[in-house]
């Protein structure tokens, strides 16, 4: 095998949701993400060679795997039976709402479309992803697989047509996530939530929507904080996690700018505009959670603008 049928790319993992996006706003985290080695063979099929860091729980068949469903999504789109060898090292915990089965799902697609010399753009590799978020959660949403391969803040304009817009900003914000030790199936919190939105609540929420992404534009720390307030899916989904309350009014009183659920949790976002905040916060919120026994793990990290990293 020569260097240039094999491929390893790190890939993020990335905020769903943002609050008050559900389904339509993510971004990437420079940490944590995971290793993906992505090689070409002789052969004819797509084979899922080994998972490291799963304890076992993830399937190697590529038909149910993230990885493999969207590599091989791609390889049907571009009508060839190329063999695709995919090793994965998971960096990032499962179930965490931390878009788990995105980075294994869009950091295949990278690397393949990049081996067979970029057939699609970046973001045109977007809808092969999601059909591997489709086998995992039982739906195909972007908003973690579409800031994992763009990088940043991006928004899901339209599913059909596909239309995935990156937001214009560079605002360097630094975000703490804290995971609790349980682990939220997507599957199951998409299942409880409601079908009908009252229209005041719809009103309220498009407002902060339309806030956030001004302030994200504008870099308008204030604009972001008052705006990114999710009174639709968060009221619904915070009882599933434990301590939601305390880590949420904790963040806040350490100088989060914002702190919401990371897409469809248990892990909880927070965002600061300098480093030492998020250092105290997260102090803090470790506190708290001792004094009322909840585990949590933190993650102290930034917004990714480069979105998949190739190593060299
Ligand atoms: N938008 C999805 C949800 C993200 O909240 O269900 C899941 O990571």
């Known amino acids: 095998m020569s260097a240039k049928d094999v491929m390893t790319v790190f890939s993020p993992a990335t905020v769903a ?31 899922i060679l080994s998972i490291a860091g799963d304890d076992g729980k993830l399937p190697l068949d590529p038909s149910k795997n993230s990885a493999g469903v969207s590599v091989i999504a791609l390889l049907q789109k571009l ?5 695709v060898d995919i090793t994965i090292v998971k960096k990032m ?5 931390l878009g788990s089965s995105a ?11 990049k081996l067979l010399g970029e057939p699609f753009t970046t973001q045109e590799l977007v809808p092969f992803a999601m059909e591997g978020e489709r086998v995992c959660s039982g739906t195909a ?26 937001i214009p900003t560079k605002i360097p914000l630094f975000c703490l996530l804290v995971k609790p030790h349980t682990e939220i199936l997507t599957k199951n919190a998409r299942k409880i939530l409601q079908d009908n939105v009252p229209l ?22 204030s604009l972001i904080g008052r705006s990114l307030v999710d009174v639709i899916i968060e009221p619904q989904r915070a009882p599933l996690i434990p301590g939601y309350e305390s880590i949420r009014n904790t963040a806040y009183d350490s100088g989060a700018i914002a702190c919401s659920i ?5 892990s909880i976002f927070s965002l600061y505009s300098d480093n030492r905040k998020m250092e105290i916060a997260a102090e803090k919120i470790k506190e708290v959670c001792s004094r009322e026994h909840i585990s949590i793990d933190c993650f102290l990290t930034k917004i990714n603008y480069s979105g998949i990293q190739i190593y060299e």
């Open 17 to 47: 949701n943002v609050g008050c996006g559900f389904d339509i706003l993510g971004f990437a985290v420079e940490q944590p993400g995971d290793e993906i080695t992505v090689s070409l063979t002789n052969r004819k099929d797509v084979r």
């Open 79 to 83: 009508k060839v039976s190329q063999g």
């Open 93 to 97: 915990p499962l179930g965490s709402g």
């Open 103 to 113: 980075a294994g799902a869009a950091g295949s697609v990278f690397a393949l479309n």
């Open 141 to 166: 949403h972007a908003d973690n697989v579409a800031p994992a391969l763009m990088g940043g803040f991006v928004t899901v304009r339209s599913y059909d047509p596909p239309d995935f817009i990156s």
């Open 200 to 221: 005041k609540k719809l009103v309220c929420q498009t407002g902060n929507l339309a806030g956030l992404i001004i302030g994200l534009i504008r870099e308008d720390i």
């Open 262 to 266: 990371s897409g469809s949790g248990p």
